[in-house]
């Protein structure tokens, strides 16, 4: 890397513990006409952008990031890209709750009383925000409708090392998730230690990626199997808060119960017969604060699932990437040293 030092501006918020971190200032203008389009070149051609803020030293290996750009569906108030350390989510549920309050606070939309309404291009098509604001104009709880979700593939089997073959369900909410729960594995989603269940979802991701074809119907970008969910027994039809353990993108793990997570668990449930519309229920993640959910519509393309939940700030800053640091590019801390590649000059 030669040359001046590039700087950003951030906003970083969180929605049940799940960074959210909304670029404001610094990155380029991507090329494209379409949103998919913008995406594919943040990926071919600025992908150093996600890399400076996602990965370290300036971000983590369970960052997560917001990269507003202008939209061209035309009735959406802003487009974003999804950021993470391994790439760019097609939907990300708990960033668009964060974004929800962000969008009213800036006055990209106008607050309205009692309930703002706006619309929010994402990759995977269009979603309704609506956010809750007091008579002072101060934004509360967000909640979105999600794009058409539904049940992929059930039952489907996969092999893992070592172990005898486990059946998973794939369902789509803005992403697709192999679902299944943590008993099924032997594992207790409650006392199993941590490190387990994280390098167990870990291996069933790796191993759903090379073993199912997963095709969606609609844009062959949307087409890949995101992470899995490590689910309780206590999910619908039961009414209590349902947890659950969320591996996405290059292994992250979310604290929050992942919004497009919600989704599909409430595609999957509603494909077996679990739930109706109109039913709401609660899921938490490793944080325990809770998102909401419910099934409020039937379309021939799937069920359009409502999420709720609220954003939180937690900072702003302005972040530096100077033009002789040797770690310029970012870079993750390897699982073993013998693993370190190198570091990246670029």
């Given amino acids: 890397m030669s040359g001046k030092a590039i700087t ?18 610094g990155a380029p203008t991507l090329r494209g006409t379409t949103l998919l389009e913008k995406r594919r070149d943040a990926m071919a051609n600025h992908d150093a952008v996600r890399r400076h803020l996602m990965l370290e030293p300036r971000g983590h290996a369970d960052m997560y990031g917001v990269w507003p750009v202008e939209p061209d569906h035309p009735d959406c108030a802003l487009a974003v890209l999804f950021l993470h350390n391994e790439g760019y989510s097609t939907m990300c549920g708990h960033a668009t709750i964060a974004l929800g309050r962000w969008v009213i606070d800036t006055g990209l ?7 703002t309404r706006f619309r929010l291009q994402c990759p995977c098509g269009p979603v309704a925000v609506a956010v809750e604001v007091d008579a002072s104009g101060r934004p509360g709880q967000v909640s979105f409708e999600s794009v058409p979700a539904f ?14 073959p486990v059946e998973v369900d794939v369902a789509y909410g803005g992403a697709y998730y192999a679902i299944l729960p943590a008993s099924r594995l032997g594992l207790d989603l409650f006392a199993t230690p941590y490190d387990t269940l994280v390098r ?12 199912l074809t997963i095709d969606h119907p609609g844009d062959p970008d949307l087409g890949f199997l995101y992470g ?13 808060c349902s947890r659950n ?13 992942t919004g497009s997570g919600i989704t599909a668990r409430l595609a999957l449930a509603h494909a077996r017969g ?3 519309p109109g039913e709401v229920h609660e899921f938490a993640g490793l944080s325990g604060v809770p998102f ?23 900072g702003r800053a302005t972040l530096r990437v100077e033009a002789d640091d040797p770690l310029s590019a970012g870079f993750e801390v390897p699982a073993r040293l013998a693993d370190q590649s190198g570091r990246s000059t670029t």
């Fill in 151 to 164: 049940a992929g593939q059930l039952d489907a089997q996969l092999e893992l090392p070592g172990q005898d």
């Fill in 245 to 257: 353990l969320c591996i996405f993108g290059g292994g992250q793990v979310d604290r929050s119960a």
């Fill in 228 to 240: 899995c969910i490590l689910t309780d027994d206590a999910g619908p039809p039961a009414r209590e």
């Fill in 274 to 276: 679990l739930i109706q």
């Fill in 109 to 115: 939309v106008a607050a309205q009383a009692p309930v």
């Fill in 8 to 25: 950003y501006q951030v906003t970083d918020l969180h929605a049940a513990g799940e960074p959210v971190r909304i670029i404001t200032g």
């Fill in 200 to 211: 167990t979802a870990r291996q069933i991701t790796t191993a759903g990626r090379e073993q």
């Fill in 292 to 314: 909401s959910g419910s099934i409020n519509a039937l379309t021939d393309d799937g069920v359009i699932v409502t999420v709720a939940g609220r954003g939180h700030y937690s």
